[in-house]
């Protein structure tokens, strides 16, 4: 019996669920932004801050940029190096910021591309020096009848300290396709998010019975060899 406790013990071990970045590390929920370049006025956020409201953009009558949860921003808005910027203010000095994430939209038939290139700066200050956090290329298809949604994630190595995030969208630039030169009209965002290192152990129901069924098939290999062992 005491062999079985320790053999269903490993097991368990190994069986549990692995942990999830909680909700409650997600730092920018409801939190208020200023758009440095402005949207579209045909896709505004109207100031109700939508990239902070959690809604995230659906498909539409079959098409995403129907929906409402989306902000767009078009090439005639980027500034004088091709990007647009946001910074997002947190309300309070944060000293363990970890993760900064973009959901964007490609629907290649309307001329939304997903961005090119996104770059997070930190700064304690609105108006104050701002400390490169990191970037990511963005390498999303550019393909005639692409419709879909994705996400860009800057991690930075250890926790960063500071209050405002300023996210740079670069827009996507020019592309050749067949020998023709392609110019992306939009970007398009539904949500800017930002994860402090907090992470709490998450599961769930199917969680719970992944483990029980761990549990049976091991007790019951072991009852096996157990008899095997005696014949």
């Known amino acids: 019996m005491k062999k079985l406790l320790i053999f269903l ?4 071990v190994f069986a549990l669920p692995v942990a999830a970045l909680d909700e409650s590390a997600l730092l920018s929920r409801g939190k208020e932004y200023t758009l440095i370049t402005p949207a579209s ?29 989306f902000v767009g921003f078009n090439q005639t808005n980027k500034d004088e190096n091709g990007d647009f910027v ?6 309070s000095e944060r000293t363990n910021l970890k993760a900064f994430v973009i959901n964007y939209l490609a629907e290649t038939e309307a001329g939304i591309y997903a961005p090119e290139k996104l770059t997070v700066y930190v700064s304690g200050e609105f108006d104050g020096d701002y400390t490169p956090a990191g970037l990511v290329t963005i390498d999303e ?8 949604t994705g996400t860009a994630t800057v991690s930075t190595a250890g926790d960063t300290p500071g209050r405002f995030v300023k996210f740079v969208i670069h827009h996507k ?4 396709d067949g020998g023709t030169t392609i110019s992306a009209g939009w970007t398009f965002l539904d949500e800017i998010e930002v994860y402090s290192s907090d992470t709490v152990p998450k599961t769930d129901d199917k969680g719970t ?4 069924v761990v549990g049976i098939i091991a007790f019951s290999a072991f009852l ?8």
């Open 9 to 12: 013990a490993i097991v368990a």
């Open 41 to 69: 006025a045909a896709y505004a956020d109207d100031e109700s801050f939508k990239l902070t409201d959690g809604v995230k953009g659906e498909q539409t009558e079959g098409y995403y940029d129907k929906s409402g949860a």
């Open 86 to 91: 946001i910074i997002l203010d947190l309300g």
């Open 141 to 148: 298809t550019t393909e005639m009848g692409t419709s879909l």
């Open 173 to 176: 630039e020019p592309f050749e």
């Open 209 to 212: 019975a992944a483990l029980l």
């Open 224 to 231: 096996g060899l157990q008899k095997k062992r005696k014949t």
